[in-house]
């Protein structure tokens, strides 16, 4: 993969001359946390941080977003029409992505780009940005990445890896995407072997920092019913809040709700983040609801990251062990020991039950 | 790249009030733009996402057959939001459709075979969809015997009354309707419970013969030892769900069983199938 030198020094006049070609979004300081926020001409992303509290997904797609504009006014030739709402595509560049967060949208891609059906929303949107991640050196005691298919210094989703080396960012261009925005950042200096060196130096001491791993190895020759009736959920969902905390937080998390909002006479129908731990989430009409206790919802959520993905799609789990939904859920539900619990679990009796 | 989101425009033709509570209509729609009526081709068995502007969408069975053409036909019972708002539209009035959607019945493995179809309530909607398909001219000769059971709590409870005499009538199809209870003197058809008539009317199993069933699910638990006794296999016993849902295209997480979406992945599953699937329906 190339590599490039970014001297620091050249880096906010770099972000300054993408920034006539790209809107910028990076990482900002809000009280004891970051968050993705849209950069102004000549600020600079703050590239001290962990990682943001919220992942990067609303970039992509937003927690809120207009799909059709219409009016009720009679009087109006096209009423009652639904119409396209206005989007702006333009080109636009993420800095500062955790390889995590970044990975998380090829994961996500599974569901909007499928073979009957393409989500526009999401394709544009995800076409239309530029990632460039920034390597993970400290990982938090709750990152798994290595062990959910991910890493600190994965290229998985992104366009560009940097690598703070000091005086520098070595850069890895992954992509044309990458190619287009450092040429327009005018960040062309070609690194030497020993930067690709240094790169895989730094990737394994950063690696070998990652102390919390994840077994998985088991979960998909698991029976779908075996677990689902397993007797762990209670213990599991026992102290869950419902809060939808995990969820919103959660880079791989995608669905949503649609709702018609009106003002006077004139509407939008939108899409909302949603969340299978509210139970209006499957509430049918007539008032019967196939997850209407908390127990079934909690189970949802994790069988479907650990188990329904992982049959589904064959490709590792629902999950890039960003650890969000660890260190945030009020109650300390962790996402790690429930999947030991699923990977690990065997029938009661099953010992005993051996026939050879 | 075409959005999977955006609904046909539909204006009502036609309401129809099916029963005498007045809760369940039938609404004829016509394709603003004739060229959507060819996009719009479906199978009996499917669904479509009905839009009322400003009240937002229901997946709602389709009740025309493929093979009525120039309108599409949906039976809605007035539930809540948007089926309530539905009932007090007008002929004339614009909404959308957006479809079709879901799986079918399976009309290839179905050739040349019997189908005894069982129905309860107002879930005759794609029942009623599937016989006008088969009693087609065009079709009826692929197909073998073709049995219907479907009963409602009353007489006036019973959706597509005139169709349903209109079946009577025939001699290649054997209709056994019934009603739970009733004091019309003149009442000609069955008496009882949608199991208990299935019991006494329906064709033992064989390997050429599929049962359909579609109801609340209080018929259903009652009505499948019925089917087991009569010695059909769960593969070919073939029942349609209803999940809640929204995006209707897989996408918005909300209809799983299991790793399967209603709306996609059905809602048409056999019984053998749904054996193999967590009970979240
Ligand atoms: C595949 C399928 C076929 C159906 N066919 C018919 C039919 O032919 N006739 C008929 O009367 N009803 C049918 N239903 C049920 C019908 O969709 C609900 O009664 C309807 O969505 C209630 O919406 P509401 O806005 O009136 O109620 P509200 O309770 O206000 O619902 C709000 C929203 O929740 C969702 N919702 C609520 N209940 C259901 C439900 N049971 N299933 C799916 N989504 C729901 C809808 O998105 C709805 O807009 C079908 C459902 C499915 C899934
Ligand atoms: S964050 Fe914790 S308490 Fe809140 S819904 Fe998720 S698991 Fe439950
Ligand atoms: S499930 Fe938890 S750890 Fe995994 S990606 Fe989502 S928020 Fe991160
Ligand atoms: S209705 Fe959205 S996934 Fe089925």
């Known amino acids: 993969m190339k590599v490039i030198y970014i001297e620091k020094a050249q880096w906010a006049s770099g972000l300054e001359k993408a920034g006539d070609s790209f809107r910028l979004w990076g990482p900002v300081r809000r009280g004891q946390f970051y968050a993705f926020e849209e950069l102004a001409g000549g600020q600079v992303p703050a590239l001290d941080f962990r990682n943001?509290?919220?992942?990067?997904?609303?970039?992509?797609y937003p927690q809120s977003e207009k799909m059709f504009e219409y009016t009720l006014d009679p009087g109006q030739p096209d009423h009652d029409l639904l119409k396209e709402a206005q989007k702006d595509y333009s080109p636009r560049a993420v800095l500062g992505i955790r390889p995590c967060d970044a990975d998380a949208f090829e994961l996500v891609a599974r569901n909007f780009d499928t073979p009957e059906y393409q989500d526009p929303y999401w394709l544009r949107a995800r076409e239309a940005v530029t990632l460039v991640g920034l390597a993970c050196a400290a990982p938090c005691s709750t990152c798994f990445c290595t062990s959910a298919g991910s890493g600190p210094f994965s290229t998985k989703g992104l366009d560009i890896l940097l690598v703070d080396s000091g005086g520098n960012f070595l850069a890895q261009v992954a992509t044309p995407k990458g190619e287009a925005f450092a040429q327009a950042a005018g960040w062309r200096q070609p690194?030497?072997?020993?930067?690709?060196?240094?790169?895989?130096?730094?990737?394994?001491?950063?690696?070998?920092r990652i102390d919390s791993h994840v077994a998985t190895e088991r979960l998909r020759q698991q029976d779908t019913l075996t677990l689902h009736a397993a007797p762990f959920w209670d213990d599991?969902?026992?102290?869950?809040?419902?809060?939808?905390t995990c969820t919103y937080l959660c880079p791989t998390c995608w669905c949503f709700d649609i709702q018609d909002e009106t003002h006077g006479r004139q509407g939008v129908r939108l899409r909302n983040w949603d969340s299978c731990m509210f139970p209006l989430f499957t509430l049918h009409g007539s008032g019967h609801n196939p997850r209407g206790q908390k127990v079934q919802r909690v189970r949802q959520r994790f069988m479907h990251k650990l188990k329904y993905y992982v049959d589904k799609y064959e490709n590792g789990i629902q999950?890039?062990?960003?650890?969000?939904c660890v260190r945030h859920c009020p109650v300390n539900i962790d996402i790690r020991k429930v999947c030991e619990l699923m990977n690990s679990y065997t029938l009661a009796g099953d010992s005993c039950a051996v026939v050879s | 790249m075409q959005n999977p989101y955006l609904p046909y425009a539909v204006r009502i033709e036609d309401i129809i009030t099916e029963t005498e509570d007045k809760n369940l209509k039938t609404f004829k729609l016509a394709f603003e733009n004739p060229a959507d009526e060819e996009k719009f081709a479906y199978a009996a068995g499917q669904f479509a996402e009905l839009s009322v502007t400003g009240k937002g969408e229901i997946p709602i069975g389709i009740a025309s057959s493929p093979t009525e053409k120039g309108f599409v036909m949906f039976t809605v019972n007035k539930v809540g939001l948007v089926s309530s708002h539905l009932h007090t539209m007008q002929p004339g009035d614009l909404m959308g459709i957006r479809g079709p959607l879901g799986n079918s019945y399976p009309w290839e493995l179905l050739e040349g075979k019997n189908v005894v179809i069982i129905g309860g309530g107002f879930a005759f909607t794609t029942l009623r969809a599937s016989i006008v398909y088969m009693l087609d001219p065009a079709n009826r000769s692929r197909f073998g015997d073709i049995h219907v059971i479907y009963g409602a709590r009353s007489p006036g409870m019973l959706l597509y009354r005139d169709e349903l005499a209109g079946w009577e009538a025939r001699d290649d199809i054997h209709m056994h309707i019934t009603v739970d209870a009733t004091d019309d003197p003149h009442w000609?058809?069955?008496?009882?419970f949608v199991p208990t008539i299935?019991?006494?009317k329906a064709p033992q199993a064989d390997a050429e013969t599929y049962a359909i069933i579609?109801?609340?699910p209080i018929m259903i638990k009652f009505t499948q030892p019925v089917l087991d006794n009569l010695g059909y296999g769960h593969d070919h016993i073939i029942m349609s769900l209803e999940n809640r849902m929204k995006c209707g295209i897989g996408m918005c997480g909300r209809c799983n069983i299991g790793r399967h979406f209603v709306c996609k992945d059905g809602p048409v599953f056999t019984l053998a199938q749904l054996n193999g699937m967590p009970k979240e329906y």
């Open chain 2, 188 to 192: 000609k058809y069955n008496v009882g």
């Open chain 1, 319 to 324: 999950c890039v062990g960003c650890g969000r």
């Open chain 1, 52 to 60: 943001t509290r919220l992942s990067a997904k609303g970039l992509v």
């Open chain 1, 191 to 208: 690194a030497d072997d020993a930067a690709a060196a240094e790169i895989d130096r730094q990737r394994q001491v950063a690696e070998a």
């Open chain 2, 198 to 200: 299935t019991e006494k």
């Open chain 1, 236 to 244: 599991v969902a026992f102290a869950c809040i419902n809060c939808g």
């Open chain 2, 214 to 216: 579609c109801g609340p």
